[in-house]
């Protein structure tokens, strides 16, 4: 088997892989400025998608801008979330430079477009693949190829529950994310290609998280302040809906979310908890951004889970300057935040330059640990059920050092370059 690495190796963004000249496995974008794409668009005879955030589907529709149209494989839910992303990609760039792709190019992904359950097997390219639950956000997939000979195991991005005995479930039933259940997977495999993203990383217990963010969140709004809860729209945001609805939180939901919680709504099965789901999109209150909604709820005391994440855009850069000034209010980041984007800078800084302009911040400002990726213990934790297996190492910051630490360990592991090939 050989395998290609055209995005993502040592590097958190644009995933691609190449497996025997036929097969795709991702194809992303990395969100920089301007946005980096796989080292070249190859013409492979199927696509198959691990799951649908930005840095592994961004790029898909510029598969599909030439004569040839691949099938792409993918979940339910990752294909509707790769069309959602799609579409908001062309609102912010379409008809410049960095965008890619054009409208035709994404309504040919429909046309194209083969969903698949877990655990049901199916061909692309002259591959068996057969896709298992992940644990990272709804429709998430480990992807296992088999072209007859070999068998690899494309982590994608996965999560790990902190504790799976019934004891343990019974004295903290907060041990993973509220939204989707950790993977339990571990199909037999001679090569893993596993990400590595928090390789050096100890995630806080998921409930002690909970439990300081709850607690600071309930502080602010018994003294009068409002929360701005800048949120991926995938994943995170659904996660923080679920739970303020467990701790009966008021809250709001704008931007992006709103479409990917409506979606996910229809996928009940690729949730954790279809009922709970139901409750905490009941429990919110979705922003519509008419008629001077949003400046009224900056007055209502309550939590605003809002995009983006990153404070890169999106309607948060509309409560940030209403609520900034006031020390009783607060801001509450829950995801990681890149170097250079609004939301760091405001973490290190106290200002954020919103609008073309850097305002000073006097509200609070707070970070919780949300990942839905495997920490360390995770990811060796995933990996011991792999030591008879070649290990490929991608998906991180410091993937030559991770592979080197297995080795160590005993493991056959090595960390591939961009551009480079590796036979099996």
């Known amino acids: 088997m050989d395998i290609r690495f055209l995005g993502g190796a040592r590097e958190v963004g644009r995933s691609a892989i190449l497996v025997n000249d036929a097969l795709l496995l991702d194809f992303g974008m990395l969100t920089a400025n301007p946005p980096q794409f796989p080292l070249e668009t190859p013409d492979p005879e199927a696509v198959v998608v691990s799951h649908g955030h930005l840095d592994h589907v961004g790029t898909i529709p510029t598969l599909l801008s030439g004569d040839e149209r691949p099938p792409i494989h993918w979940t339910p839910p990752t294909a509707e979330l790769a069309r959602t992303l799609a579409r908001d990609t062309l609102k912010l760039h379409g008809g410049s430079y960095n965008c890619p792709f054009t409208e035709p190019d994404l309504k040919r992904v429909t046309q194209v477009s083969e969903t698949h359950g877990y655990r049901a097997p199916f061909e692309a390219a002259g591959h068996e693949i057969t896709f298992y639950n992940a644990g990272h ?22 999560h ?67 929360v701005v809860v800048p949120a991926f729209a995938i994943g995170r945001t659904q996660e923080l809906m679920l739970v303020c609805a467990a701790h009966d939180i008021p809250c709001y939901v704008d931007g992006m979310g709103t479409q990917v919680t409506e979606m996910l709504r229809q996928y009940p099965s690729y949730v954790r908890d279809g009922e709970a789901f139901r409750r905490a999109i009941s429990h919110a209150r979705f922003v519509t951004g008419r008629d001077g909604q949003r400046k009224r709820i900056v007055d209502q005391k309550a939590v605003i889970i809002t995009t983006s994440g990153m404070l890169s855009g999106g309607p948060a850069m509309t409560y940030i300057p209403e609520i900034r000034r006031n020390p009783a209010n607060k801001i509450t980041m829950t995801g990681y935040q890149v170097e250079g984007t609004p939301g760091r800078d405001l973490l290190e800084t106290g200002s954020a330059e919103i609008d073309g302009r850097v305002m000073p911040v006097s509200a609070q400002v707070e970070q919780y640990d949300f990942s839905a990726h495997a920490d360390r213990d995770g990811l060796l934790e995933f990996l011991a059920s792999y030591r008879d297996s070649s290990v490929l190492i991608n998906h991180g910051d410091r993937c030559g050092a991770f592979a080197e630490e297995l080795r160590g360990d005993g493991f056959d592991a090595s960390a591939p370059e961009l551009g480079d090939v590796v036979s099996v």
């Open 137 to 158: 956000i709804p429709g998430s997939a480990h992807v296992l190829v088999d072209d007859g000979e070999t068998r690899l195991l494309y982590t994608g991005d996965f």
């Open 160 to 226: 790990i529950d902190a504790a799976s005995s019934e004891a343990n479930r019974h004295a903290d039933p907060v041990v993973g994310q509220r939204l989707v259940e950790g993977t339990t997977a571990r199909p037999d495999a001679d090569i893993v290609l596993c990400e590595s993203t928090y390789s050096d990383v100890d995630h806080e217990p998921r409930a002690t998280v909970e439990e300081r963010f709850v607690e600071s969140v309930e502080t602010t709004l018994w003294d009068g302040g409002t």
